[in-house]
């Protein structure tokens, strides 16, 4: 696989950290765990998408884009970071906030919401959960063009193919540092949402022939169609990057017992996982994402998923600007 040909923004300075978690291991009892500290990545308070935006706005830029249209949840990561990079770029950029949980928008909304006014989103559009958000999006940039405007639409979570290569460019970013420091990873834990993170890290792994494991946990969709869509997913993005093989159905496993009664709703285990990460490692994860992935890692633990002798990634997507809209989620 070769990168180098694709146009790609730098939003971060070098390599995020490999940290081992020896007090989390210890109260575990289980495996070695490290961690990818992907929520120090670039632009505000970094996570994932800084990682696809690097390449999606490259993209952005060379078709002449002035106003970046996109969508996500209302206290969406993915919204704060594409709007942060659109600062950062000199662009505009406006918001469709889709109300997944019913009478979640409220547009005084701490965390993220509150960094969508202070960044400057130039437009901020509720709609109810379950709209075509493709539609809206698209409507969006129409009105944008009637302005005399050039639009751009990033998708739902920067997950498309071109998205997913800034996670490629992750597995071999991980694959340099274990090589640097003698780390022989058995298995990565990662989120899986819209999906670019954990194609990509696929994709990525394959594509260098690592050999190791991958899971995914899933936040929201069932483990059939988010395997089938991570699959997909991590073609598309193989094939951009010049993979010569294809990812194959067992190289994509999802688990989606962490999920609890739906995308962004608490569970005890994930509010658990939370405090254990503060009060172990100091180190916070958000009640969307990270925390149930924490769960999900917690969960695997105890179920004897790993060997005592062996070394486990859990990838840090990000997403701590969100648990200040969330106090009791996070606090129990
Ligand atoms: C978007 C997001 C995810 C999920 O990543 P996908 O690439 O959408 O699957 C995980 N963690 C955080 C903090 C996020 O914002």
Redesign the pocket.
């Known amino acids: 696989m070769n990168l180098t040909h694709i146009a790609r923004r730098r939003y971060t300075e070098g390599q995020t950290p490999i940290e081992f978690l020896p007090n989390l291991s210890e109260a575990l009892n289980g495996p070695r765990i490290h961690i990818k500290r992907d929520?120090l990545l670039g632009l505000t308070s970094g996570?994932?998408?800084t990682r696809?935006l690097e390449f999606l706005m490259a993209d952005a830029l060379a078709k002449g884009a002035d106003t970046i249209i996109t969508t996500?949840a209302v206290q969406?990561?993915?919204c704060r970071?594409t709007l942060s990079a659109a600062v950062k770029e000199g662009l505009k950029c406006r918001l469709l906030l889709e109300e997944r949980v019913e009478g979640s928008y409220n547009v005084d909304a701490s965390g993220n919401n509150l960094l969508y006014h202070l960044l400057g989103a130039e437009t901020m559009r509720p709609v109810a959960g379950g709209t075509d958000l493709a539609a809206g999006m698209e409507q969006m940039a129409e009105e944008a063009r009637s302005e005399g405007r050039t639009p751009y639409i990033i998708p739902?979570?920067?997950?498309n193919a071109l998205?997913?290569l800034g996670?490629v460019a992750c597995a071999e970013e991980i694959l340099a540092q274990c090589f640097e420091s003698g780390l022989e990873l058995d298995h990565i834990v990662?989120?899986?949402?819209?999906?670019?993170?954990?194609?990509?890290l696929v994709a990525g792994l394959v594509g260098n022939q690592a050999g190791i494991a991958m899971t995914?946990i899933s936040?929201r969709a069932e483990k059939a169609p988010q395997e089938e869509k991570i699959r997909n997913l991590a073609n598309a993005a193989s094939e951009l990057a010049g993979a010569r093989q294809d990812v194959s159905a067992s190289d994509v496993v999802v688990r989606d017992e962490f999920v609890g009664p739906g995308y962004s709703l608490p569970t005890t285990e994930m509010t658990e996982a939370i405090q254990l990460f503060a009060r172990t490692e100091g180190i916070l994860l958000?009640p969307?994402?990270?925390g149930k992935?924490a769960a999900g890692l917690i969960g695997m633990v105890k179920e004897g998923a790993f060997d005592a002798d062996s070394d486990v990634l859990f990838v840090h997507?990000?997403?701590?600007p969100?648990i200040y809209a969330y106090r009791d989620e996070v606090l129990g």
């Open positions: 929520d996570g994932n998408k696809k996500g969406s990561n993915h970071l739902g979570g920067g997950s998205g997913a996670y990662s989120s899986s949402g819209s999906g670019g993170t954990h194609a990509g995914g936040v958000d969307v994402y990270t992935t997507t990000g997403g701590s969100a």
